[in-house]
């Protein structure tokens, strides 16, 4: 099958081998092509297969000795490897994760035997510890038991150090606070952009008289920046008015750009390697049309504008006269026709280029300099060009007439737009840029006569003033910067072009994000703390306030009257006069508090409300856990006696009938036991454990919620078919009717595409006619940050799902990754320095392999580099990088109304899954710091961002609620997930027994307390 974009996928058809399996199938080819889920078990069986592989063996000794040899000796070990993991039973990761097993598995495969277990074990022991490789242990094994040590010694020793780099310790800088961190459209001048208009004033006028046609001028300006907007935008601005109010030209130019960031849209998830062979052949369809259309719709435009007797005068040439002589041909000394990128790349000096620039810009407002007249954006672009650098076919010459076309545009443009273009190409970071830099130096031309092709390195450097391009020959061996390291070259003129990129960026946000608010504006407060004498609380306010405060205290201490009683009699809460009444004063606490909350909606800002719904939040997670023990659900009492002993310093599996026969325990008993057990802060232990509250173990009302729940899970996950929390899910929807969504994310994909996935599940959910909050797990909650932030700032109907009737109102955050993580800047460090690695270990090379295979290797490296999955996950991972997270908060903008609920975990020996040991001790290395949950510190897992301050990031701190410190790890909500690393310590420490319905459960019930969450009505 091909898509619409290229896209190739085989699927099972009628063959001679129809009913017969066979490794060879429609799957083999799919594995290869398009892989999936099932893919890398497939190659697998091929790879395993003897008989194919000594064929291609075989084929391969043709073509070299040598590299059979290498080949040869590989797929033997291979073989080795699959015999032994048979014979010791090992089918799941968790059978070899345990070090002694591990040990066993590496003395069988170095010598045949367990002779070595005591020699490996302490190297493996010591990497878990998070100490990293012993090279000099690990270099006398492989040299006792591998008898072509001495052949490839310096080979050999290269892995080695690149294993003990990646596996060790990455010392990285610690993240620090930045105190103020404003917008960008605020930080740059505004002038730079007089007569571009915001996205809000664009949607004002779009709305005002709305029955008269649009002013020719608005009309004509909507045209100019449309290629400018998302896709999203130009949908909307076509469909907000009727074709009538329209200039015919300017309706003709929007339609344009509308179907070509339709297919632009769809490209740009869909591109990259193998999958996408045939893409340039559908992309070359549009994309010649779209570039000529460019110039003529630029030509018509200033020849047909709404004031045609106006020109501008340069000198004794009219603008259009200028435009026209830019555009007519210009040729080289062997009379060849110049394209535009070949013209500009022929200057001799940028200071030529910036004079013809500066000439053109004299013609025209600042607007035009910023805006061009190209049909396709620098967003549009850019993905047609990553496309194009990352297809499996670049010597083909339709790739290559493909890439001159954009390039010929871009050229055409002024030089902030090319400057956009590569801006967009780096959009995941400097390190993707640094990769479509170097894939765009190496620009495969064949197909174009020596005197049409293009000098990429002058192009470039004409387009970017003061930098200098690297050229890969200058850092080989024999080069003038041989010693230097040419990707360190080329990722440090990345980084120059993204700082050069400010502008565009600023134009860019301005063009598409709506801002509600500037950086100066007051902070929304809560109507009982307003200052202005304008704005003051109503007295209905006040006094409703007061006897919510009122109704606290009279039932605490009623409360603490009740567990005194409890404590002297031993009896339970539903035995005892006194706790019936002080939870009937507690509940008209409640409905008193829900009271302030529907005259105010940011009551719970102030600090007597959210100490109260901390308080409240709390205590829900110990009535929840005591809920779950008490009906035995799922394996809850195994985790709590297991939680138990280990925060007892026991971790021995002595039978202790505590939690495991609840029933012969007192109530308050099993509560301490379970406060004792799970919370780790040894202060916030002692406020919760003589909190009168929570000892009254106080359930909502029975009902159902009018509600809906929004998942997004962790950078790992399967989205939509996800399995996560599912047997809490079906418990909460069956108790209180709560529907639950999840979003269909995707595996280390970025927050922008899973916030458009979240958007996709939002829409069911508003059809739903029920309000919704948003539960993320991990770095869902970063995706979810974004999808808030996005629909805030997008179209006026984006708006409307978030802000409307069925729209957002509450967030639970689960082991939030929003504030990154120090894994994040530490693998960073890890991959640039083993790039730079592989590039020194391929000088070396050099003097032994020639040329041609040392550029074939450096072609099959990026071959790699360059597929579709590559590409993704790179975007995957930048939200844990500092840089990232800095643009994210700074832009970012959130509801003030939302409150947010958290779960934080500290790991510890007994808590810690024996698969995260590793993770986890690397972490503490690298930080500094042990309070983390193996993924993210304690200190970072917050709902508010942590090291950049700005207005919304102060509004998200007054939002936050909190939530106790659990001995938990990052892993909490999974169980069968990661049942293929379960080992037996797991097992015996109930790691991933712990109690799901804490996740979810208290957070719904803390919200419907406080009326956030409203009751379904009988009849609904």
């Known amino acids: 099958d091909v898509s619409s974009v290229g896209g190739i996928s085989f699927t099972q058809a009628s063959t001679s081998r129809e009913n017969k399996e066979g490794l060879y199938d429609w799957k083999f080819f799919n594995a290869l092509v398009s892989p999936d889920d099932d893919s890398p078990a497939r190659m697998m069986d091929v790879l395993h297969d003897k008989k194919t592989m000594n064929r291609l063996l075989a084929v391969t000794k043709l073509i070299n000795a040598d590299l059979e040899k290498i080949a040869s000796y590989l797929l033997t070990k291979v073989w080795r490897a699959k015999e032994i993991f048979d014979q010791e039973g090992v089918s799941d990761p968790g059978h070899a994760i345990p070090g002694h097993r591990m040990a066993r598995l590496m003395s069988l495969f170095l010598c045949g035997d367990v002779s070595q277990v005591d020699e490996i074990l302490p190297v493996i022991q010591r990497v878990v510890a998070g100490n990293g490789v012993d090279v000099v242990k690990v270099k006398e094994l492989i040299r006792k038991h591998v008898s072509k040590y001495d052949d490839w010694a310096a080979e050999i020793d290269r892995a080695v150090k690149w294993a003990a780099m990646m596996l060790g310790p990455m010392t990285v800088p610690s993240p620090f606070v930045e105190t103020e961190v404003p917008p960008l459209t605020e930080y740059l001048d505004s002038k730079r952009y007089a007569g571009i208009p915001t996205a809000k004033s664009l949607y004002d006028t779009l709305h005002d008289k709305p029955k008269l046609p649009l002013d020719p001028t608005f009309s004509n300006l909507v045209s100019r920046i449309a290629p400018h907007m998302t896709f999203r935008q130009v949908s909307y601005v076509l469909n907000s008015r009727p074709a009538s109010h329209w200039q015919p030209f300017d309706l003709k130019r929007l339609r344009y750009v509308y179907a070509t960031k339709k297919k632009v849209d769809e490209i740009s998830e869909s591109y990259g390697g193998l999958s996408f062979m045939p893409q340039s052949f559908f992309v070359s369809v549009f994309l010649g049309e779209a570039t000529r259309s460019s110039l003529r719709a630029a030509t018509a435009s200033n020849d047909n504008t709404n004031n045609p007797e106006t020109e501008v005068k340069v000198g004794n040439r009219s603008a259009l006269d200028m435009l026209r002589r830019q555009r007519s041909p210009k040729f080289d000394s062997e009379g060849f026709i110049l394209s535009p990128a070949g013209r500009v790349a022929s200057m001799n000096d940028f200071g030529n280029y910036r004079s013809n620039q500066n000439l053109l810009d004299s013609a025209s407002d600042v607007s035009d300099d910023l ?312 202060k916030e232990l002692e406020y919760i454990k003589n909190d009168p509250l929570v000892r009254m173990l106080i359930g909502n009302d029975p009902g159902h919620y009018n509600f809906t729940i929004i998942t997004a899970m962790g950078v790992i996950t399967e989205g939509k078919q996800g399995t996560e929390l599912h047997t809490a899910i079906e418990r909460l929807e069956k108790e209180r009717g709560v529907a639950t969504i999840r979003a269909d994310t995707g595996t280390a994909r970025s927050i922008d595409y899973n916030a458009n996935k979240i958007e996709e599940a939002v829409n069911i959910a508003v059809e739903l006619k029920r309000p919704y909050g948003l539960v993320g797990y991990s770095q869902g909650c970063a995706n979810e940050m974004n999808f808030e932030a996005m629909m805030i700032s997008g179209t006026p109907d984006q708006q409307k799902v978030i802000t409307g009737d069925y729209g957002l109102v509450c967030r639970q955050l689960l082991f939030s990754a929003a504030n990154g993580s120090m894994h994040g800047p530490a693998t960073e460090a890890k991959v640039h320095q083993l790039i730079t690695m592989i590039e020194e270990f391929l000088k070396y090379q050099q003097g032994y392999f020639s040329r041609a295979f040392i550029s074939s290797t450096i072609d099959v490296m990026n071959s790699g580099l360059d597929s579709s999955a590559f590409q993704k996950f790179l975007g995957g991972t930048k939200s844990f990088l500092p840089y990232a997270s800095r643009t994210f908060w700074r832009e970012a903008q959130h509801l003030p109304h939302i409150p947010t609920c958290v ?28 309070l983390h949950d193996s993924q993210v510190h304690v200190y970072d897992a917050v709902g508010h961002p942590v090291y950049f301050k700005n207005r919304n990031g102060r509004i998200l701190k007054s939002t936050d609620m909190g939530g106790a410190v659990q001995r938990t790890h990052h892993w909490s909500p999974l169980c069968e997930e990661v049942e293929y690393v379960r080992t037996d310590r797991d097992v015996e420490h109930g790691v991933f027994d712990c109690a799901k319905d804490r996740h979810i459960f208290p957070f719904c019930d803390v919200n419907a307390r406080f009326g956030i969450i409203k009751y379904a009505d009988v009849e609904n």
Not at 583 to 609: M, P
Request: net charge negative.
């Open 903 to 930: 779960i934080r975990g500290v790991l510890e020996a007994h808590t810690t899954p024996e698969s995260l040991d590793m993770l986890s001790n690397t972490l503490t290395k690298q930080s500094g710091s042990a």
């Open 371 to 682: 805006l061009g007249d190209s049909l396709l954006g620098p967003q549009d672009i850019a993905v047609l060009l990553q496309a194009g650098l990352t297809s499996a076919i670049k010597g083909s010459t339709v790739v290559q007439l493909n890439q001159r076309m954009l390039l010929d545009l871009m050229a055409s443009q002024p030089a902030s737009f090319a400057i956009g273009v590569l801006a967009e190409l780096g959009a995941d970071g400097p390190r993707q840029l640094a990769n479509a830099l170097m894939a765009l130096c190496d620009l495969d031309q064949g197909s174009f006569k020596e005197a049409h092709c293009i000098d990429i390195h002058a192009l470039l450097e004409m387009w970017l003033p003061g930098l200098k391009i690297p050229r890969r020959d200058d850092y080989l061996a024999g080069g003038r910067w041989a010693r230097q390291s040419f990707y360190d070259a080329i990722y440090g003129v990345a980084i120059s072009i993204l700082d050069l990129s400010e502008t565009y960026i600023g134009l860019k946000l301005r063009i598409q994000q709506v801002r509600h608010h500037n950086e100066r504006d007051p902070l929304p407060v809560p109507m009982e703390l307003v200052s202005d004498l304008n704005d003051q609380p109503t007295s209905q306010l006040m006094s409703t306030i007061k006897e919510a405060v009122t109704k606290i205290s009279v039932a605490d201490d009623l409360a603490q009257t009740a567990f005194d009683d409890l404590r002297s009699s031993g009896r339970s809460t539903k035995d005892s006069d006194l706790c019936a009444t002080a939870c009937q004063a507690y509940k008209e606490a409640f409905a008193a508090c829900a009271q302030v909350i529907s005259i105010d909606k940011l009551a719970f800002q102030s600090d007597w409300f959210k100490a109260f719904f901390r308080r409240n939040y709390d205590a829900l997670m110990v009535k929840s856990i005591y809920d779950n023990i008490v009906d035995d659900v799922d394996q809850v009492r195994v985790w709590m006696e297991a939680l138990r002993r280990g925060s007892m310093g026991n971790t021995q599996s002595q039978p202790d009938p505590f939690f495991i026969c609840p029933e012969e325990q007192k109530e308050q008993d099993l509560i301490d036991g379970i406060i004792d057990a799970l919370f780790f802060d040894k």
